[in-house]
């Protein structure tokens, strides 16, 4: 279930080993440097199911353990670290695909709500949902 949350932007062969998946990564004859954005997303979500699993929800614990995003949110991020292309490209994707901060600082809202259901214990929280 996490996995496929991300399988369509990574390459996750590269995290499989008999060894150190860190191991791996770091040894540059075998790591393809350009998945690890997508690469470290997919490790949050595996140590995210990893340690809600050690802490169950029950009557000696009631924090709920999840990860979220607010998705990509129209903002000057990237004012200084590209080149006039980019930032003319970078514009146009921000324009056609990207919210406001405003909406996507609700989704940082909700995730720390008291309301949040159990049911993102050990979840993804996207778009003010639960993702399954």
């Known amino acids: 279930m996490l996995t496929s949350l991300f399988r369509y932007m990574a390459e996750i062969r590269e995290l499989m080993t008999d060894g150190s998946i860190l191991t791996k990564l770091s040894d540059p004859a075998k790591s393809q440097i350009d998945q690890r954005y997508a ?19 029950d009557n000696n614990s009631d924090v709920i353990l999840s990860v979220m995003t607010p998705g990509a949110c129209k903002s000057d991020i990237f004012r200084d670290d590209a080149g006039f292309i980019t930032k003319i490209v ?18 940082l809202v909700y995730s720390v709500s008291p309301d949040l259901p159990k049911e993102a214990h050990g979840s993804f929280i996207m778009d003010n949902k639960v993702a399954q």
């Open 39 to 57: 690469l470290s997303k997919i490790l949050v979500l595996y140590s995210l199911h990893e340690l809600a699993a050690r802490s169950p929800i």
């Open 90 to 107: 970078m514009g146009v994707a921000m324009a056609a695909v990207a919210r406001t901060t405003e909406v996507g600082g609700r989704t």
